[in-house]
């Protein structure tokens, strides 16, 4: 998929770095999605926005601090992980359908793989 | 959004069909059937979703029963490039956000 792309595409960082993940989407979607996969286990919802708002947070700790300036862009603020932070994060984009009769399905970037030293 | 069934793994032949199953019953009215896979280390990649009809796409086929109650992916000529972790989602179309992926079928192409 080339709807969604993220940077960078690896990123090893020690525990006291600060570093971004970046997502943008091509598609003229009104939401956008951060997920969590560590090796072996399902992806993992951390955040949602739509139209740039915040609508969920899965109780995700403060080291992580999504941005989302408008509605094609995505930020994942980095800041003191620990090594089980390590994982692919992985955006997605979507047009909920609401009153705009979006289609709701999600698009994917290619992710990003994160180890935490 | 309801829960899903899916074997942990199939294999299938080059060339032949593989059909991959999934069982939902306890899917409600107004939720869909969607199927996404990862192929190793990429982002899940959307096929193909559906309500109650049968539907078809470039990439694959949906096969739902008519009680809904449980759905079969098709791939009508699989190639070595299918290998991946297939994952059938149930889920209200305003529900995206809530997608909840499992375990999913690791379907394994082999020549």
């Known amino acids: 998929e080339t709807g969604v792309t993220q940077t960078p595409r690896h990123l090893v960082m020690g525990m006291t770095n600060k570093k971004s993940l970046k997502c943008e989407q091509h598609l003229g979607h009104n939401a956008m999605y951060w997920y969590k996969q560590s090796a072996k286990k399902p992806l993992e919802l951390m955040f949602v926005?739509?139209?740039?708002?915040?609508?969920e947070n899965n109780s995700v700790p403060s080291r992580f601090s999504p941005e989302c300036p408008n509605s094609s862009h995505l930020f994942l603020h980095l800041h003191t992980l620990q090594p089980e932070d390590s994982a692919l994060y992985l955006c997605?984009?979507?047009?909920?359908?609401?009153?705009?009769?979006?289609?709701?399905?999600?698009?994917f970037g290619p992710g990003t793989r994160l180890t935490v030293l | 959004d309801a829960k899903t069934t899916q074997p942990t793994s199939m294999d299938c032949a080059e060339g032949r069909a593989a059909n991959l199953p999934c069982n939902h019953s306890?899917?409600?009215?107004?939720?869909?059937v969607y199927w996404y896979r990862q192929i190793h280390s990429q982002g899940p990649q959307y096929i193909i979703h559906?309500?109650?009809n049968n539907e078809t796409n470039e990439m694959a086929s949906l096969i739902i029963t008519e009680d809904r109650k449980s759905s079969t992916l098709i791939l009508p000529h699989a190639t070595l490039r299918d290998t991946a972790v297939y994952y059938c989602?149930?889920?209200?179309?305003?529900?995206?956000?809530?997608?909840?992926f499992g375990d999913g079928t690791t379907l394994t192409v082999k020549p």
């Open positions: 989602i149930v889920r209200r179309r305003t529900n995206a956000g809530k997608s909840t």
């Open positions: 306890t899917i409600s009215g107004n939720e869909y």
């Open positions: 997605a984009s979507s047009q909920e359908s609401g009153l705009a009769g979006g289609t709701d399905t999600q698009y």
């Open positions: 559906g309500l109650k």
């Open positions: 926005y739509n139209f740039k708002e915040q609508t």
